[in-house]
Nanobody, 127 residues
């Protein structure tokens, strides 16, 4: 059974850090482009960080560049999103997705009805 499961969300104060995990089962994550997406309250889902399946080329949205770092651990079939210097506007549900697309940038605009998606993990940045 193909499954993607996110974890690591929670409540954190502004300026704090969290590390999200995206674990895959039923398929080899290394073969896929992987993306992290965020849906803030009342807003559309947006791709914030996406990594290629080969050379590790990573795309970051302007809103998170310099603060978030995406990485892969192929041995654990898991992808991570290290989030530092968190801001209240980072609040939202974070989703992980996997698919075959040409580039990380293309991965970050993946439609919700394509690829393998997790159920999401809530991140709340508040004092």
């Amino acid at each position: 059974q193909v499954q993607v499961v996110e974890s690591g969300g929670g409540l954190v104060q502004p300026g704090g850090s969290l590390r999200l995990s995206c674990a895959a089962s039923g398929f080899i994550l290394d073969y896929y482009h992987i993306g992290w997406f965020r849906q803030a309250p009342g807003k559309e889902r947006e791709g914030i960080s996406c990594i290629s399946n080969s050379d590790g080329n990573t795309y970051y949205a302007k809103s998170v560049k310099g603060r978030f770092t995406m990485s892969r651990d192929n041995a654990k079939n898991t992808v991570y999103l290290q989030m530092n210097k968190l801001k209240p506007e980072d609040t939202g549900v974070y989703y992980c997705a996997a698919d075959f697309v040409p580039t990380p940038q293309a991965m970050c605009v993946l439609p919700a009805d394509e690829g393998h998606w997790g159920q999401g993990t809530q991140v709340t940045v508040s004092s």
